[in-house]
């Protein structure tokens, strides 16, 4: 299932890195007064510039080149005229596509001064996703993956949404298998060199629950607690994992 060939994989860590490079770059523009709208437009051009797709827009119907998302907004946020004030959280989750080959990648930003309690959470999720990152090899199962983030968000007081999941990855956004940020470990399909996978964990500080805007694309905790999000595209190694979604 999904296994990638090593000139596939070159393919991937190029979109990747574009990927990458267009999330450092909107470290410059994150700051109170900002619209969302703004920076999809940045992230939009620079991916461009860079001879890539921002391949969010317009997939499935969805009308940017990346999902934005504020304090309580999970995923799938819409950017538009919504301004970032000093104290909120922000993530920028998009997707690169590079001579046919997609990257997937999702950072959660700080604006301004932020509580320590959010600025915690903020690393504790990315923590969470380094968790599962630590179990991926070959032998492995996807359940490990799971588990280890579930453990660990459980361990840092946060809960873990259900309903949006990692996945694949490859000439498809979305690939076989799942990658749910819950489970049990030793259980789903068996990790295999050559695998490459979006793993992303999604914790919020309050409840689990989440629902669906009308807008039918935005996904908002249902009690409004700050909700946290990392992704990193990865490629299953000899031996362990590489980020394809790096430097
Ligand atoms: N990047 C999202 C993910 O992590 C998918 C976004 S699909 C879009 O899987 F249509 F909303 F862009
Ligand atoms: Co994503
Ligand atoms: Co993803």
């Given at each position: 299932?999904?296994?990638?060939?090593?000139?596939?994989?070159?393919?991937?860590?190029?979109?990747?890195?574009?990927?990458?490079?267009?999330?450092?770059?909107?470290?410059?523009?994150?700051?109170?007064?900002?619209?969302?709208?703004?920076?999809?437009?940045?992230?939009h051009d620079f991916i461009v510039k860079h001879g890539a797709v921002p391949s969010c827009l317009h997939y499935e119907g969805f009308p940017a080149s990346a999902c934005i998302c504020v304090n309580e907004e999970v995923v799938h946020g819409i950017p538009g005229k919504r301004v970032l004030h000093d104290g909120?959280?922000?993530?920028?989750?998009?997707?690169?596509?590079?001579?046919?080959?997609?990257?997937?990648?999702?950072?959660?930003?700080?604006?301004?001064?932020?509580?320590?309690?959010?600025?915690?959470?903020?690393?504790?999720?990315?923590?969470?996703?380094?968790?599962?990152?630590?179990?991926?090899?070959?032998?492995n199962r996807i359940g490990d993956i799971s588990h280890a983030i579930e453990t660990y968000a459980h361990t840092h007081g946060l809960s873990v949404v259900e309903e949006l999941v990692g996945h694949g990855i490859g000439t498809q956004m979305h690939e076989d298998p799942e990658v749910p940020n819950y489970g049990e470990a030793g259980k789903g399909p068996r990790l295999k060199k050559g695998m490459t996978l979006a793993i992303e964990p999604m914790l919020n500080m309050g409840k689990k629950e989440v629902c669906l805007l009308d807008n039918d694309w935005t996904v908002v905790t249902e009690d409004g607690s700050p909700s946290c999000h990392f992704e990193h595209t990865i490629v299953v190694t000899d031996d362990g994992y590489e980020i394809l979604t790096g430097e």
């Open positions: 299932m999904n296994i990638k060939s090593e000139r596939e994989i070159l393919l991937m860590k190029e979109a990747g890195h574009i990927n990458y490079l267009a999330h450092k770059e909107m470290e410059k523009y994150i700051k109170p007064g900002v619209t969302t709208l703004e920076l999809d437009k940045r992230i909120d959280i922000v993530k920028l989750d998009f997707t690169v596509r590079k001579n046919g080959y997609e990257s997937d990648m999702t950072r959660t930003y700080l604006v301004g001064n932020v509580s320590s309690e959010i600025r915690q959470m903020v690393k504790d999720t990315e923590d969470a996703l380094y968790a599962g990152l630590s179990v991926v090899k070959p032998g």
